[in-house]
């Protein structure tokens, strides 16, 4: 069978550390936080008052809007969504369609968990007190689950599949396996591919209700997101969008764009909430199956992953994912790959999370470095015992290396995992 | 409040939703939302609640379905304008 090769030619991210890649490649270099106090998540009695949330004037704003749109915009995915995605799409050269004919050989998966929470919570409190007409015509598109790829595809014109998937926090990373999958079987040239998260109160505490985030660092936000710590005690919400521009090699060569990495196989499954999955906890043997069968798609041998980007959240989980990872890599204590999370600086960006982690790997496959874990000093020893410390760089390290493996987990016993490489000729 | 006010005050409304300059700046009774101002049908109940805010006045349903060009819906404001002058 004749598949496509898929290769990435743009990213996009606004992130609590970053809301353009410069910004954030810099942050992620450094270990820079986006982790902040929430004077509203403090005023509303939350058990934890800190969360990561990309700062965004209205002049950025305004630059991806018209000022009717902005004037009804209530939507904080939306904004994040568009403008990781429509940045993407710059950074990778495309153009805009014209004004009336649309990109029949480029579409969107673009997911999300919720959309327009706030803008919901609008509407019901106008629709209680009697006042339906006044909803006007905003609240549907910003509501819907789709209202963000819709919103993307209208600024750029796509013509070809778009659409809004939902895997909770395995969303982003299935978008780009979506995608990945459309282009290698030839049904589009480019795919904008990422996810999108709201912020904010209504979106965080069910969350906070079910006791996973932490509480026991509101007065020091920068170490509060502790993945792998001896001290995690639940992670911190965060919200954000990262956008990737997947695109077959041909049209990529045919156009001379500058390439970040191929994409070479994934794969995505379910726990089934049998063997010890339930909704809210990951099925080993699935988690492991999914890591494998990843390798297997990819055509490559466990041995050949240099670094994985983990999911590990900062719960008492991150151990339960370790080990899974040496199982499935049937790996020894030191030959381990290095390992690293992206939520010890951002939190835990929910259905984004996927997506922006996503745009750090290519990042550090391209720009050949490994960013370091924050806030892990205190090394859960339980980690300690299955790799070797050195296995999880807490400095930046400058390395040239070939294949990163990313996988996310979610509710619902979800598992995505993917595999990115270096990009060589031929 | 005359015609012209009414006029002037639903142009200041209607520029956040139309990208026609020209058709705008040229606005008469004569114009027509969608076919002159290219305004998406999606939007006219937002002009109307805009219409509803700027000249505190409540229009119905009946006299909303007619809003569709600005003879019609200055018709209907000065309607709603009296009704409320009668009240």
Redesign the interface.
Known sequence: MNENRVVITGLGVCAPNGTTVGEFQLAIEQGISGIRRQPELERLGFSCQIAGQPELSPERIAQYFS??EV??LDSSGIVYGVIAGLDAWKDAGLEFASANEPDWDSGSFFGTGTSGIDKFRWAINKIDAMEI??L???VVVQTMASGVSAFISGKLGLGNRVSTNSAACATGTESVLMAYEHIKSGKAKRMLAGSTSDSGPYIWGGFDAMKVCTFKHNDAPETGSRPMSARASGFVPGSGAGALVLESLDSALARNARIYGEIIGGHINSGGQRGGGTMTAPNAAAVQRCITEAIKDAHIKPGDIDVINGHLTATSKDAFEIENWKSALGCSKDDFPFINSLKGMIGHCISASGSIECVAAVLQLHREFVFPNVNCEDLNPEIASLIAEDRIPQKRLKKSFNILAKASFGFGDVNACLIFKKYQNG | MDKQEILTGLRDIISLYTEEQDALDHISEQTDFIADLKINSANLVDIVLDIEEKFNINIDNESMAKMLNVKATVEVIEDKLAENAGK
């Open positions: 000022p009717l004037r009804n007409r006044k006007g015509s905003s």
